[in-house]
């Protein structure tokens, strides 16, 4: 606790007179809330509603680094980082990719960026449904890269169209996703199932590790009064015990297109951190409700979440490259701190190729490189 005394207090002078406006006047005796700016100096801070969580994990043990379940232990004992089930949104979108990966689609693959309506009942849940981008931006045929990086709704929804909901739907289970709150529909690859930040942290671990799926902990180890080990925790290591639930080409591709999210996409705020080997996505569902970022450096994945207990919007403007992304820049710098950049070799079954970009498949002759499978037995 800090007590201020006499001109300490001069900041909230305003909010103790006799005739103060009703929204900043201030009772004698009350506990207030205070911040430190920059210059170090006091001032009233108004207490959030929106409330946030941030949970952080080593993506090849488990072992939690970090966890945040809300603003104030003290206010609300709900832990937001383990119990709240909320729309993931566009971070969802790379389950759908990998999946599609799995089927024989590439980055460079071509698909539509265009308006649709999806009449089918049996795909898309009851109603005609008409989608659309964010900020209503139409960008034609694009490769599967560039339209993650830039978070194209049509380009997420023909392609879970293309491989098929009830595919995608059994393939997330793969990375810990509860299939019952999942629903089959084309609308999955938007987010709107439910998950809470904790499985979202352990399903990008997948594809930070190499493609096994790990279990997360708290302890690693309980000693008694003389110091001996009573109880220890032996964890799943990726590569090392952990089942490997997608394929290390996978992994690796997958991990090449959530870094260019950093590179030329949503989440360009990121390289601010100044490293090579972060990647991740954001998420913003409908109405600015949730608000996400998930990302990684291959040996620590974070996400950030914010929004309200009750689910209404966050306002105007507040996505989560807003709202979300600045909380997991800020974790990150920290957590970083003295971890070298890594870098990684292309595995076997993988070629860096030169590109036709009129039809997304290799060429000779083409204009640009991506990376494709040496074999088609996927």
Same mark, same amino acid.
């Given at each position: 606790?800090?007590?201020l ?26 506990? =207030? ?26 993506s090849?043990?488990?072992? =939690?680094?970090?966890l ?6 003290d206010?609300?004992? *709900? !832990?937001? #980082? ?5 729309? @993931? ?7 759908? *990719? ?7 689609y590439?980055?460079?693959t ?22 659309? !981008?964010?900020?209503?931006?139409y960008?034609?045929?694009? @490769? ?5 990086? %830039? ?5 997420? /929804? ?5 491989? +098929? ?26 987010g709107?199932?439910?998950? +809470? ?5 352990? #399903?990008?671990?997948v ?18 009064a ?11 290591? #990726? ?10 080409? !996978? ?10 999210? /950093? ?17 991740? %996505? ?7 409700v ?16 914010v929004?309200?207990d %009750? @689910? ?17 820049i800020?974790?990150?710098?920290v ?18 190729? @030169? =590109? ?6 290799p060429? %000779?002759a ?13």
């Open positions: 606790m800090m007590v005394r006499g001109n300490q207090l001069s900041f909230a002078h305003a909010g103790l007179v006799a005739n103060a406006k009703q929204n900043i006047k201030i009772q004698r005796g009350s506990i =207030i809330r205070l911040e430190q700016d920059e210059a170090g100096l006091w001032t009233i801070s108004q207490y959030p509603k929106v409330e946030s969580a941030l949970v952080s994990l080593d090849h043990t488990g072992a =939690i680094r970090a945040v379940g809300g603003f104030d232990f206010n609300s004992k *709900y !832990n937001h #980082a383990l119990q709240a089930y909320r729309q @993931p949104g566009s971070s969802f979108k790379p389950f759908i *990719y990998s999946a599609a990966l799995e089927k024989g590439m980055p460079a071509l698909m539509d960026d265009l308006p649709l309506t999806i009449n089918d009942p049996n795909i898309n849940g009851g109603q005609p449904w008409q989608p659309h !981008n964010y900020e209503n931006e960008l034609g045929p694009m @490769p599967l890269r560039l339209a993650l990086a %830039k978070s194209k709704n049509m380009v997420a /929804i023909r392609l879970l169209r293309a491989i +098929t909901p009830a595919y995608a739907h059994q393939y997330i289970t793969r990375f810990g996703f509860e299939a019952d709150r999942h629903p089959p529909y084309l609308s999955m690859a938007l709107s199932g439910l998950a +809470t930040p904790m499985q979202m942290a352990s #399903a990008y671990a594809f930070a590790n190499g493609g096994f799926r790990i279990k997360p902990f708290y302890i690693d180890h309980i000693v008694d003389k110091g001996k080990i009573i109880s220890q925790t032996i964890p799943h290591i #990726a590569g090392e015990g952990a089942e490997q639930v997608i394929d290390e080409r !996978n992994a690796f591709i997958m991990r090449s297109m959530l870094k260019e999210v /950093i590179l030329q996409g949503t989440a360009v705020k990121a390289q601010v951190l100044g490293r090579s080997d972060l990647a991740g %996505k954001t998420g913003t569902t409908n109405d600015l949730d608000a996400w970022f998930t990302g990684f450096q291959p040996s620590l994945v974070a996400v950030a979440w929004g309200f %009750k @689910p209404s919007t966050l306002g105007s403007g507040e996505t989560g490259a807003h709202a979300a992304l600045p909380i997991w800020d974790y990150m710098n957590a970083l701190r003295g971890v070298p950049e890594s870098t990684e070799s292309i595995p076997t079954g993988v070629a860096y190729v @030169p =590109i036709n970009p009129a039809t997304g498949k060429d %000779k083409g204009s640009v490189m991506d990376y494709v499978y040496t074999d088609t037995t996927q």
